[in-house]
């Protein structure tokens, strides 16, 4: 397999010139203010399709043979993926087929119909879902139209670097959300083809992190299982190719926990206006977890808008938790008139919101003559929560953390 390199890059860039948008590179005054310094982001969660997947598909059938186009094309996806290939498919004359695991987020699966591409539910992962469109290529002479291992997809998502570059011209680091290696390796491959003093970090969830291993390694090693809310980088094993361009051109690869993906997704709906699922959140949950490791000017990539509703509304909720804005514990009280009263009295006077009570007296931990209150509250933050916790404990109250 040939490489890519930055005139590969530009070429690309030719190919998609009136196809993809040029997105918005917006400044984060919070980030900014955590980092010591200007923090950007480039918010491809607002290109077609909702992410950067429509570059390298794009080029990838654009480059094909007109016989080849013939024959359709095939592809395995969670979602985003499979929307770039559709809509690439469409607008290049192809028929699409896109293999997507059985667990895909149905707006995912019902978009990609919509783009015009024929899907098919098979496997639960990417990858799984990958070995059934290379059978069916096998079988049917359609060309797969792979997720991130091909030169022309890696040279299509570096475009991304070459904007960054052009409306950030002074930046020192950026971060790339990072499942397979294709988005990474082709910024990789144009930022240090034109600016080699711009560090560029992989960010990976930590339940789905092939890169580290790989790395140390020095080939890439499958993970034996992943387990992550971000589905888009939830890829068990790096590309051949990414993987030998990230060797080159990629500084670090960090990993970013669960919680701090939570908290990452929030602060794009809260302080970014943003709406991003979880994988590309990823940048962001590695600038709020060490905020002034970073030299800036900082760039961090967000893609992803193709978030499932139902998907969301759990991950504000996890984040909420994780910032402190969620408070679940048990209160064991007196079971005498007045004392569960007394007790929303407190949580109330300390501000906090009560979500949801639930009173029981058949808990088999209870003494004669006590009750568990099973209480759920918004609180404001961490320091908010330990307060009330304190003042639940000072009015005599045994606790448990939910």
Not at 291 to 320: E, K, T
Not at 359 to 373: I, K, P, Q, W, Y
Request: hydrophobic share 50%; aromatic share 2%; charged share 20%.
């Amino acid at each position: 397999m040939r490489t890519v390199e930055l005139d590969d890059v530009r070429e690309a860039r030719k190919l998609l010139d009136g196809v993809v948008r040029v997105t918005p590179l917006e400044h984060s005054r919070v980030l900014a203010a955590g980092a010591g310094g200007a923090v950007h982001v480039k918010c491809e969660n607002l290109q077609r399709t909702g992410s950067f997947k429509i570059r390298g598909a794009y080029v990838r059938i654009a480059r094909l043979t007109d016989a080849e186009r013939a024959g359709g094309v095939v592809a395995a996806s969670a979602g985003n993926h499979a929307q770039g290939v559709a809509l690439a498919a469409r607008l290049l004359g192809a028929r699409a087929t896109v293999f997507m695991p059985v667990t895909a987020a149905l707006p995912k699966i019902a978009a990609t119909r919509n783009y015009g591409a024929e899907v098919r539910l098979a496997g639960t992962t990417v990858d799984e879902a990958l070995t059934y469109a290379r059978a069916f290529e096998a079988a049917s002479g359609a060309v797969l139209v792979h997720p991130f291992d091909h030169p022309d997809v890696v040279a299509g998502q570096g475009t991304v670097g070459l904007e960054i570059l052009e409306q950030c011209p002074d930046v020192r680091t950026v971060l790339v959300c990072t499942g397979g290696g294709g988005l990474v390796a082709g910024v990789g491959v144009a930022v240090k083809g034109l600016r080699p003093d711009v560090r560029v970090v992989a960010v990976q969830a930590e339940r789905a992190a092939a890169y580290p291993a790989s790395l140390a390694a020095g080939r890439p090693v499958a993970l034996d299982r992943m387990a992550t809310m971000a589905d888009g980088i939830a890829v068990g094993r790096p590309g051949d190719l990414p993987f030998a361009l990230v060797r080159d051109v990629v500084d670090e690869v960090v990993t970013v926990s669960e919680a701090a993906i939570s908290r990452a997704l929030l602060f794009c709906l809260e302080r970014a206006k943003l709406v991003v699922e979880p994988a590309g959140a990823a940048a962001i949950a590695a600038l709020l977890t060490e905020p002034d490791r970073w030299q800036p000017p900082v760039v961090a990539v967000v893609s992803g808008g193709n978030v499932d509703p139902v998907l969301l509304l759990r991950v504000i909720q996890h984040g909420m938790l994780a910032a402190g804005r969620y408070l679940s514990v048990r209160v064991l009280i007196g079971d005498r008139p007045g004392e569960l009263a007394a007790l929303l009295g407190l949580v109330a006077e300390l501000g906090a919101n009560v979500l949801d009570v639930e009173h029981s007296r058949t808990t088999s931990h209870l003494d004669l003559g006590e009750v568990e209150v099973a209480l759920s509250v918004e609180t404001r933050g961490e320091e908010h929560r330990t307060e009330l916790l304190s003042a639940l404990r000072s009015a005599g109250h045994r606790l448990a953390l939910a």
